[in-house]
């Protein structure tokens, strides 16, 4: 089977709004800074599995696009996240309520967001079509085998664009209805 190459244009918008659908319930749970803050970190990790595309020699659908990688993404990336945090200038850390998960978890908090973000990658992955794009063995290495529902075109922009507005709606929304 050949694989043509994918247009990164249009996917790029589908993978930040499915990252920002994802992280939606945080509103639920989390006040408002930090609900925000976890939406920004899942969205940009939600876009970071296709950093591989810019690596000719490594297999982009291989085991970047995986929930395991997702979870090693957490667990590595969110410490150095809380780092680079933390020598954010005070002005911006004093932004958060004391008790705030940014500010008492903040490795933890930070390797959430990127696990749920790059899992939102992952999972949408397996909704797009195989016959485009190299399909994905999300479950690997306990399920060795693609897993695509061929739901959506790789390059359907109405859809991808659907997507990331719909993201930017329910947490535009959440932020009007949580104002204080």
């Known amino acids: 089977m050949t694989v043509a190459p994918v247009d990164r244009r249009v996917q790029s ?12 319930p945080a509103w639920l749970v989390l006040d408002r800074r930090d609900a925000a803050a976890f939406g920004l970190l899942a969205m940009l990790a939600g876009v970071a599995p296709d950093a591989g595309l810019l690596l000719p020699l490594v297999h982009h659908h291989g085991v970047v696009h995986t929930f395991l990688a997702a979870v090693v993404a957490g667990v590595v990336l969110g410490p150095a996240t809380a780092a680079l945090v933390g020598r954010a200038p005070t002005r911006f850390r004093d932004r958060f309520a004391e008790g705030s998960p940014v500010r008492s978890r903040p490795r933890a908090f930070a390797g959430v967001a990127i696990a749920v973000g790059w899992a939102s990658h992952v999972a949408a992955d397996m909704l797009s079509a195989p016959d485009v794009a190299q399909p994905v063995e999300p479950f690997w290495p306990v399920v060795d085998g693609v897993v695509a529902l061929d739901v959506v075109a ?3 922009m109405t859809v991808n664009l659907g997507v990331l507005a719909a993201g930017l709606s329910v947490h535009a929304a959440a932020l009007v209805a949580t104002r204080e």
């Open 154 to 156: 790789v390059h359907a």
């Open 13 to 24: 918008p589908g993978h930040l709004g499915v990252a920002l659908l994802v992280a939606a």
